[in-house]
């Protein structure tokens, strides 16, 4: 190469001109090397790549050791617990993007909290994967789709990666809305080739996080979506007995499915994944408490209780932030102060440290609050006050954090008193300022959210027993007879706590203050006022 440039020049520098066919042949080195330059540069963001995603890993499989030695598991070949996909965005090309997920998980059931319901469904998966022969001999047919179903953070994902665990299988983790592409074909393309890699692979897991993005009820669904869905139906249907491919896929919208995946053959087994009960989430705490440090006075069963609706995700990430709050505040050990942070920072966003709210407004908010709290001790005096603050988080200015037991069925008189805890705050806010605040909107959303679920669906009026069931019923005179009594609970809930709020009004300044004073209030300090209080 240099040979050949120095041959150019040298000709053209000894006959003292410059010819064209020279210029010309400069063009082409000029070309020839804005190429080589090219594929350089290429390689190099490659391998840069390489080393960002080798880094990821290096991370997980450095924290999961701790893991790994408590829990005597075999081998760390990829993490259990690190939501992966976006390292995986990073690959352009879909061999990479798919054989990334050959590798075996190290998840075993132990690690997920809470599905011992669940445990023999799951255990006969494993089986068919570990020994499929027993059941085709005997001329059983294997089970090729799973559809897990439940709210996000539930563990879905967990779960299947413990099949392929506890199968020692391999894993071919993907989304529906991978599939989904700009360019028609393309994941119809993507579906086959994965189908193709897993047998090869065989046994294996492949698992379909969101399959609704690709699943919808045709109607609904776009074009390339249904190629997408037909191929993925396609490839199942043509499983030999001898593929032993399951395919797992998890969604939280069940209802919009195609009926045509859930067909006999297809995604015929159906595992519903809960929000775990009380019980489910102290389990959960207590995974993901290995390998952590704890005051001693900290209980996993009363975090629990003050959990009501944190899914198995939102746990593990409560104490993750609890960690980091002790290490930026102290030693590192687990205080019952850094729970309580983490739980009000999950549940209404971040702190707002440095929000400029002026006394007035803390002053609102604390009557406001106030308001909630002291209606709630008259009329359910048995529901537990875990915690009032007046500290700003994400959009709330304060909150009440009351305990709402883990129950499938309300009575009326609870959703009443619910209603009447919602205006508590309104009302307080009139009945001290003269005033109200544009913060009471929520509050009385939901409390006319109730009354309309109360009437519409529950049926719970005193002279109306006729339910109304949807959209149909809009127009009926019915539903404006409805829409009044609506009206009336609303009124009613509202008359009654404001004479309520008119007889506590001493009460409600003295807790008003003290929230003034001290910003929070734990459950022993709001239960300690009401003694004093009412004594
Ligand atoms: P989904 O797939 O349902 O959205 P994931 O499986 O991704 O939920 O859950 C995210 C993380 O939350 C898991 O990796 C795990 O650390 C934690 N988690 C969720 N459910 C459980 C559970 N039942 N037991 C232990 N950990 C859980
Ligand atoms: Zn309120």
């Known amino acids: ?21 020279d210029a010309l042949l400069m063009l082409f080195l000029y070309a020839f090397f804005s190429i080589i330059f090219e594929i350089f ?46 390292y995986v965005d990073n690959y352009m090309d879909d061999e990479d993007y798919y054989s990334k997920k050959t590798e075996k998980t190290n998840v075993k059931f132990s690690d997920v909290a809470g599905i011992d319901e669940e445990r023999e469904q799951l255990e006969e998966i494993v089986n068919f994967l570990k020994y499929p022969q027993r059941y085709t001999e005997n001329g059983a047919k294997i089970p090729k789709g799973i559809l897990l179903d439940g709210e996000p953070g539930t563990g879905k994902t967990l779960l299947a990666k413990a099949i392929a665990g506890e199968a020692d299988v391999p894993f071919f983790q993907t989304t529906g809305s991978s599939f989904e592409e700009k360019l028609v074909g393309v994941g119809a393309s993507r579906v086959r080739k994965l189908f193709s890699k897993a047998k090869e692979e065989s046994p294996c897991i492949i698992f379909i996080d969101e399959i609704d993005s690709v699943a919808r009820s045709r109607y609904k669904g776009t074009s390339d979506s249904e190629q997408t869905l037909n191929q993925l139906l396609a490839e199942m249907d043509g499983f030999n007995s001898d593929d032993n491919v399951i395919v797992i896929a998890a969604t939280n919208h069940i209802d919009i499915l195609d009926p045509a995946l859930t067909r006999s053959g297809r995604f015929d087994r159906h595992i519903s994944v809960p929000m775990p009960d009380i019980l489910a989430r102290e389990k959960i705490l207590q995974v993901h408490a290995r390998n952590k440090k704890f005051e001693e006075d900290i209980s996993l069963k009363e975090i629990a209780k003050k959990t009501v609706g944190f899914s198995g995700a939102d746990l593990k990430n409560l104490l993750n932030e609890a960690v980091i709050y002790s290490v930026n505040n102290g030693n590192g050990i687990i205080t019952k102060e850094a729970i309580e942070e983490s739980i009000a920072r999950i549940l209404v966003g971040l702190k707002k440290r440095n929000a400029a709210i002026t006394e007035e407004e803390r002053r609102m908010t604390a009557i406001h609050e106030s308001g909630h709290a002291i209606i709630s001790a008259k009329v359910r005096p048995e529901v537990k006050n875990f915690g009032i603050s007046i500290i700003p988080r994400g959009s709330a200015g304060g909150y009440n954090f009351f305990d709402s037991a883990d129950r499938t069925y309300r009575t009326k008189t609870e959703l009443f008193q619910q209603m009447q805890v919602s205006y508590g705050g309104r009302i307080a806010e009139e009945v001290i300022f003269d005033d109200i605040s544009s913060g009471a909107s929520t509050d009385l ?65 003295e807790l008003a203050n003290l929230l003034i004073e001290k910003e929070y209030l734990s459950q022993e300090e709001v239960e300690k006022f009401l003694k004093e209080a009412y004594s």
């Open 41 to 86: 540069e290429t390689i190099i963001t490659k391998k840069n790549n390489e080393e960002i995603t080798e880094k990821t890993n290096i991370q997980f499989s450095n924290a999961t050791e701790k893991e790994k030695n408590s829990l005597d598991s075999k081998k760390t070949t990829e993490d259990d617990d690190v939501d992966d996909d976006n």
């Open 1 to 21: 190469m240099i040979a050949a440039v120095t041959w150019i020049i040298g000709i053209s520098l000894d006959k003292g001109e410059f010819l064209i066919r």
């Open 445 to 509: 959303e939901e409390a006319t959210r109730i009354a309309y679920q109360m009437t519409m669906k529950f049926a719970m009026n005193d002279t109306l027993i006729t339910k109304i069931s949807g959209e149909n019923d809009f127009n009926t005179h019915l539903y404006s007879i409805k829409m009044d009594e609506v009206e009336k609970l609303c009124q009613e809930a509202y008359d009654s706590a404001y004479a309520i709020i008119q007889e506590n009004k001493t009460q409600l300044l």
